[in-house]
């Protein structure tokens, strides 16, 4: 098993993982970080509902392996 850190950016502010999760392959490490993610930015939508970026970078003990991206706006068409 290899270990992996998911580092958390929301907008400007960035978390780093020290302890890193335990996973058996790239594929479920993908699948983590891509369901977390996708949860991430369903609470930032609800309770911001405003643009928002946020990413999830995934590293393991040699560097950076992968990057999960999320970008949403909210454009108003007409005022009520």
């Known amino acids: 098993m290899r270990r992996y850190y998911f580092d958390v950016r929301d ?9 890193g999760r335990e ?6 490490m993908q699948e983590e970080a ?3 993610l996708a ?12 643009d928002h970026r ?4 995934v590293r393991d003990d040699r560097g950076p392996l992968l ?3 999320c970008t949403f706006e909210i454009e108003r ?3 009520r």
Not at 11 to 19: A, F, K, P, S
Not at 41 to 49: C, D, E
């Open 11 to 19: 907008d400007d502010t960035l978390q780093t993982d020290d302890e």
């Open 23 to 28: 996973l058996s392959s790239f594929e479920a």
């Open 54 to 57: 946020m990413s999830i970078q």
């Open 67 to 69: 990057k999960v991206k």
């Open 77 to 79: 068409l007409q005022e």
């Open 39 to 50: 949860e991430m930015a369903l609470h930032a939508m609800v309770k911001r509902g405003a």
């Open 34 to 36: 891509t369901l977390n």
